[in-house]
């Protein structure tokens, strides 16, 4: 049946996003924002892929959108209620609930591509749920899954209510606009766990690669890509180097892609392991580890004295929320100070209406706010020439909102760094990567048992003081480990950190330390505080302890990389690859590799990563001779917000009225905290 006339049909309606989307894309700005990127191409889909403009209404035809848990987390970070009903969907639903036909509305799926998927909409379909199917694929169908697929639906005679088959190269999440996250989890496990097998090892490098590949796509960017020598970072960028490559084949050239070449800078988590076990102190860092943070939105526990405790309250972190946007990768001291600004700000507002509103009739402003009443009667305010007064309310119970949405996170976050002495932590392990002089009769005063903070805190800051105290007495290191195993610690992780050389050197690091006006340990003797006990204490207590800029490791290869300064052997050690220059280059040493015939892999590293075509063709290849104004940084094992805002907080640094700003995405297999990563350390085997 796969020759037969009506199968070829229906193959020919697998569409590739770039036939729907490549004409629009090509006349718009190739604006650098991954989270814009995304969104943009989701409205797309929720047109049915129509060309037509996505600034206007699209509720010609009513439809509903299935979806399977992946792809509904995507949507929820990108869209609203109001979003979807804008683009004319008036029912979203997963695919595995419980669903009842709509059989006037046509379906949008937008799912993975497995087995377990497919069988639910060809159930779907046999059943007529809908009048018509449109299927997106986050990531390219596997043929075999097609074709079953295909087979399905063709004996069931109901191939006609499929009209369009998409896939969509959006398999990744975009929280921020900079920031993306390929959710591959356990995947530093992945690849350090020698009793792996090469078949797995395989599929996670096509894995990892295949959802790189989708970011690339959506940015619509050819970028110059550069990754360590002999590490799993040279196998996915050579992977993605010929995915990009097939899809410029498959497309006919680079027409549709930005004129632009950014960097692609492929990391390997083992360049820097130290950043993942450090305590954060900035506001985003400090939330993710601290709090339930998750798609953007954070849960926490609000006590109020004298009130039954209430059920955590949901809040959703917005990027394009002006607050959030200035100050997520601020000290949480500094954001502290910012929120008793705001409060001083808003109350000055509330006021100056009050004598206002006084003046015009007697009501209580700020009860209105907090009520959200309206006791404002827009109809005589307006009478009485005080228009202005009607239209200050809205925008200052936005700022109420906001004002008590932080005050309540900053509270919580407050609530633990008292309790586990998380400020000490910081201080000691900021000095420790500075390579200042810390005792290390402090640093076991913290890990005895005597010490705040819980077994892990203690572990993190063992792993750090271990880290970077090369040259520490043994007798030092071993009365530490008795304290942490005698608290119940994990020993395998730390048995598996001493054996792994990567741990060893991963302390490069080099700035000044920190500098502090208080001493480790000025939030421990804080009380659970009110609004304005907490700003005062925080603002009047640490407001110096601030640390210094520093670079990170990674931030310092970057720069090397973008500045092509050729410092820390970035020159020697890291691969070159050029898709576009290498395409036409190719062509004379042999065959293009396609996703279909990827790169063998074989016992050693260099075998792995071998393609004859791809190397001739890397070596013919011009390199370019002038800095990188933009670029996209991936990390393969996860990263976190720590890493994530420095590079944001480097790039700030470079730009001046006489530069070009500098754009840096930031992207890892899984954004992780502390707790998690270690949680993967402790799977690989200590020996």
């Keep these: 049946w796969i020759r037969t006339e009506w199968f070829q049909s229906f193959f020919s309606r697998r569409a590739s996003k770039e036939a729907a989307a490549g004409r629009t894309r090509m006349l718009s700005d190739f604006a650098f924002s991954v989270r814009e990127r ?69 379906a949008i799926y937008f799912m993975r591509p497995t087995s377990a998927n497919v069988g639910m909409l060809c159930s779907d379909c046999i059943q007529g749920l809908y009048q018509s199917y449109y299927i997106n694929f986050v990531s390219p169908v596997p043929r075999p899954v097609l074709e079953d697929f295909a087979g399905q639906v063709a004996a069931a005679n109901c191939a006609n209510m499929v009209k369009k088959v998409y896939d969509q190269y959006l398999d990744f999440m975009a929280p921020e ?78 027409s549709a892609y930005s004129y632009r070449r950014p960097l692609l800078a492929i990391f390997d988590r083992n360049v820097d392991l130290s950043v993942m076990v450090a305590h954060p102190w900035t506001y985003q860092a400090l939330i993710h580890e601290l709090c339930d943070f998750s798609l953007n939105r954070v849960k926490v526990s609000v006590k109020e004295e004298g009130k039954p405790e209430e059920p955590p309250r949901k809040y959703d972190l917005d990027p394009d929320e002006p607050f959030w946007s200035k100050n997520s990768g601020q000290p949480f001291p500094s954001v ?70 932080h005050t309540n996170i900053a509270t919580a ?89 990567a741990f060893a050197d991963s302390m490069q690091v080099t700035s000044s330390p920190a500098v502090s006006a208080a001493k480790a340990g000025a939030l421990g003797g804080w009380g659970v505080m009110n609004l304005s006990g907490v700003f005062d204490k925080i603002s009047g207590g640490v407001q110096a302890f601030l640390p210094k800029s520093k670079d990170l490791h990674v931030t310092r290869l970057v720069d090397s990389l973008m500045e092509l300064k050729g410092q820390l052997g970035v020159e020697d050690n890291y691969v070159y690859f050029d898709p576009k220059l290498q395409l036409s280059v190719s062509s004379s040493h042999g065959p293009v590799p396609t996703a279909a015939s990827p790169v063998p892999m074989s016992a050693s590293t260099a075998e792995r990563v071998a393609s004859p075509a791809l190397a001739a063709a890397a070596a013919a290849v011009p390199r370019k001779t002038t800095p990188f104004k933009e670029a996209v940084v991936f990390v393969i094992g996860g990263g976190n917000y720590i890493e994530y805002q420095n590079l944001q907080e480097y790039a700030k640094k470079t730009q001046s009225p006489q530069q070009t700003p500098k754009r840096i995405i930031y992207g890892a297999t899984e954004i992780l905290n502390a707790s998690q990563f270690l949680q993967q350390l402790a799977q690989l085997p200590s020996s």
């Excluded at 035809?61 to 109001?82: E, P, R, S, T, Y």
């Excluded at 005792?439 to 705040?452: E, F, K, M, N, T």
């Excluded at 030092?476 to 054996?499: C, H, I, S, V």
């Design 336 to 405: 502290a100070v910012e929120i008793k600004q705001q409060v001083t700000s808003y109350r000055a507002a509330v006021e100056e209406l009050n004598q206002i509103a006084r003046s015009s009739g007697s009501f209580d402003v700020e009860r209105d706010l907090i009520e959200g009443g309206s006791a404002v009667d827009g109809g005589v305010m307006a009478e009485r020439g005080l228009s202005h007064f009607v239209d200050k309310m809205p925008q200052l119970r936005e700022t109420k909102k906001v004002i008590d949405m």
């Design 413 to 501: 976050l407050l609530g633990q760094i008292k309790q586990r002495s998380l400020d000490a932590y910081f201080q000691l392990e900021e000095n420790l990567m500075c390579r200042s002089s810390v005792d290390a009769r402090d640093v076991l005063s913290l890990i005895g048992p005597g010490g705040q903070g819980s077994v892990e805190d203690k572990t993190r800051l063992y792993m750090i003081f271990y880290m970077a105290s090369k040259n520490a007495a043994p007798e030092t290191l071993r009365q530490m480990e008795d304290a942490l195993r005698q608290q119940g610690a994990n020993m395998n992780t730390l048995e598996y950190m001493k054996r792994n050389r």
């Design 177 to 254: 606009h900079d920031l993306f996250n390929t959710c591959i989890p356990g995947s530093y496990a992945a690849y350090n766990d020698a009793s792996r097998g090469e078949a797995e090892c395989e599929t996670f490098v096509k894995s990892v690669a295949s959802s790189l590949f989708s970011v690339l796509y959506t940015l619509r960017i050819i970028p110059i890509i550069r990754a360590a020598r002999n590490t799993v970072g040279e196998m996915v960028a050579r992977h993605v180097s010929e995915l990009i490559q097939a899809q410029l084949v498959r497309e006919g050239g680079a």
């Design 38 to 106: 995304q969104a943009e191409a989701v409205v797309q889909m929720l047109r049915f892929n129509d060309d037509a403009s996505e600034s206007k209404p699209y509720t010609d035809v009513w439809k509903v959108v299935v979806f399977d848990q992946h792809c509904g987390d995507v949507l929820a970070l990108l869209l609203k209620v109001g979003d979807f009903r804008k683009h004319g969907v008036t029912l979203t639903m997963h695919i595995e609930g419980q669903r009842q036909p709509i059989t006037d509305a046509p």
